[in-house]
């Protein structure tokens, strides 16, 4: 890349590099990256937020079971049942907003360790970089953040994969059911080879396995920086190419096709409920 600068440019093209070092090039390039994908998670969890909320809108006179110990206990409105995932996924919104504060501030013009000596303007450096501030100890900006930030992502993505999960769950417990009262459309699943009167709901399957797949990507995360000293390159190369937020992102996009698929019968949830009440 110098080369083509200084081919277009000149000699003074090679002074790009002065005074920063391949420690907070790397350090600015991964906290930039990561930011773009922290961003593109909040977008999928702000649109999954939503449809929660237009599908509780729909169903607020929809009554159905609610269970404590597994256990049918109480009718609840299906709409306080999406209503609390909306509020869960909603205090992930406001995580992602706090760690953003944490994220969004500059390594560059660090150098390695101790500082450059040369007299780079890094507020201005961070300004046209697209973050809020800098990072002030040189040592924090390429050896120490370098694990928390990450991490601390990492963790909330797998918290909300508990959540979604639990919902997938709910949901995949009907197809128990031989009259369930939450079904997909057919087009959200597949016929089975060899009873081809059964549909296996094969988004919910996909949608479990991506929220999984995040959980078990975010502990691959922590374990990488487990046990490595300060200045080790081992863990930071776990955003680069482990592609975690692609399972990330995937899930919340896999989960709005599953809340586009759902079909609710409020009468046979009712149906479910009068004939609990009578045998109770």
């Known amino acids: 890349l110098e080369k083509i600068m200084t081919d277009k440019i000149g000699p003074e093209a090679s002074l790009i590099h002065s005074g920063r070092s391949r420690q907070d090039i790397y350090a600015t390039y991964r906290l930039a990256s990561l930011r773009g994908q922290v961003l593109a998670y909040s977008d999928a969890l702000n649109a999954t937020r939503q449809r929660l909320l237009t599908l509780a809108a729909a169903n607020v006179d929809t009554l159905v079971p609610a269970y404590t110990n597994g256990v049918q206990a109480m009718p609840i409105s299906y709409a306080h049942y999406l209503l609390a995932y909306a509020d869960s996924f909603a205090r992930d919104a406001q995580r992602i907003a706090q760690l953003y504060q944490r994220l969004n501030l500059s390594p560059m013009g660090t150098a390695v360790l101790a500082n450059s000596a040369y007299p780079l303007n890094r507020e201005r450096l961070a300004t046209l970089l697209g973050f809020d501030g800098v990072r002030q100890n040189s040592l924090d900006s390429s050896q120490v953040s370098t694990y928390d930030i990450p991490i601390e992502a990492a963790d909330i993505a797998a918290s909300s994969a508990i959540r979604l999960g639990a919902m997938i769950g709910d949901i995949h417990t009907q197809y128990h059911q031989i009259r369930p009262w939450l079904l997909l459309e057919e087009g959200a699943t597949y016929t089975s080879s060899a009873m081809p009167q059964k549909r296996n709901p094969g988004l919910l399957m996909r949608t479990r396995e991506a929220a999984s797949d995040t959980i078990g990507l975010a502990q691959t995360i922590t ?29 919340f996009t896999s989960m709005d096709r599953v809340l586009d698929a759902l079909k609710v019968n409020p009468q046979r949830a009712l149906e479910e409920l009068e004939n609990e009440w009578t045998t109770s």
């Open 223 to 251: 374990l990488r920086a487990h046990n490595v000293t300060t200045g080790m390159t081992d863990y930071k190369f776990a955003f680069d190419d482990l592609n975690f937020y692609d399972s990330a992102i995937g899930m």
